[in-house]
């Protein structure tokens, strides 16, 4: 079982920035993490992902603005969100993926960018 915990976010203004963090806890290897979204009356979809070998992936509604990046030992995952718009207002979520196949998810964190 893997527990993940998930900080930051928050109220910012448009064009400001916001780091959202997660640390999953177990000791099963990692295949993924990565930060989903989920704004007022539109579907979940993914932000960005990153793979235990660093490879990265992001929707091309961030591409350019938000980075993400672990830590060594490849269970914390950080969102860094510069240049915030209106439109990336909602409920972030980490996901990770294990090596089995399991998945799990963050109790979620709201993003609200005030324009």
């Known amino acids: 079982q893997v527990q993940v915990a998930e900080s930051g976010g928050g109220l910012v203004q448009a064009g400001g920035s916001l780091r959202l963090s997660c640390a999953a806890s177990?000791?099963?290897?990692?295949?993924?993490m990565g930060w989903y979204r989920r704004a007022p009356g539109k579907p979940r979809e993914l932000v960005a992902d990153?793979?235990?070998?660093?490879?990265?992936s992001y929707a091309d509604s961030v591409k350019g603005r938000f980075t993400i990046s672990t830590d060594g030992n490849k269970r914390t995952v950080r969102l860094q969100m510069n240049g915030l718009k209106a439109e990336d207002t909602a409920v972030y979520y980490c996901?990770?993926?294990?090596?089995?196949?399991?998945?799990?998810w963050g109790q979620g964190t709201q993003v609200t960018v005030s324009s």
């Open positions: 990153i793979t235990r070998l660093g490879s990265t």
């Open positions: 996901n990770v993926k294990t090596v089995l196949a399991s998945e799990f």
């Open positions: 177990g000791s099963t290897p990692l295949a993924t």
